[in-house]
T-cell receptor, first 115, second 114 residues
């Protein structure tokens, strides 16, 4: 079955420190991959996406993610976090090749920023 | 573009009552998705439509749940009768198949059934 795994439920990072959120997927073929962010009481906002090509993708708010086929991973990174980055982060996957499938989401990682 | 618009933002209802959630997708998007978010189960896909046609409703939890998309700019998710365990945040999302397939989400409807 298709699945997305985010192994860390909570992560605490000091403001100004670097961040890496982990995501692994299990699909028959490499899916399209996404990272979304959700602030309290808000909907999900797309941070970045990977379809093909360059394995390092840049997103909004200074985030980037690296696709590693050998590890079935798509980890999200940021060199220096800000207090406003505190939120819930979701990794998601979509079967590639077209069609109107729905996204499969990981359980999310709650990011806490320490002053 | 105004994005995906959901209404109401909050709904409190009594057990046994009918609840209708509404969604207006982004203009030009031809796929629409309904998700449910709870602490226990995370984000679950309930149903999705392509060109107004339901494609997969296997995520709909029970017959009490139904969804319609009468035209390209409107969809409803109905729960009848509602139960306390239906309390959750319900999200609508839309995307454009054939192009860049990322989904855009509405702000959600927080449903509380008492």
């Amino acid at each position: 079955a298709q699945s997305v795994t985010q192994p860390d439920i909570h992560i605490t990072v000091s403001e100004g420190a670097s961040l890496e959120l982990r995501c692994n997927y299990s699909y028959g073929a490499t899916p399209y991959l996404f990272w979304y962010v959700q602030s309290p009481g808000q909907g999900l906002q797309l941070l970045l996406k990977y379809f093909s090509g360059d394995t390092l993708v840049q997103g909004i708010k200074g985030f980037e993610a690296e696709f590693k086929r050998s590890q079935s991973s798509f980890n999200l990174r940021k060199p220096s976090v800000h207090w406003s980055d505190a939120a819930e982060y979701f990794c998601a996957a979509l079967r590639s090749g077209g069609g109107a499938d729905g996204l499969t989401f990981g359980k999310g990682t709650h990011l806490i920023i320490q002053p | 573009d105004a994005g995906v618009i959901q209404s109401p933002r909050h709904e409190v209802t009594e057990m046994g009552q009918e609840v209708t959630l509404r969604c207006k997708p982004i203009s030009g998007h031809n796929s629409l998705f309904w998700y449910r978010q709870t602490m226990m189960r995370g984000l679950e896909l309930l149903i999705y439509f392509n060109n107004n046609v339901p494609i997969d409703d296997s995520g709909m939890p029970e017959d009490r749940f139904s969804a319609k998309m009468p035209n390209a700019s409107f969809s409803t998710l109905k729960i009848q009768p509602s139960e306390p365990r239906d309390s959750a945040v319900y999200f609508c999302a839309s995307s454009r198949t054939g192009g860049s397939p990322e989904a855009f989400f509405g702000q959600g409807t927080r449903l509380t059934v008492v």
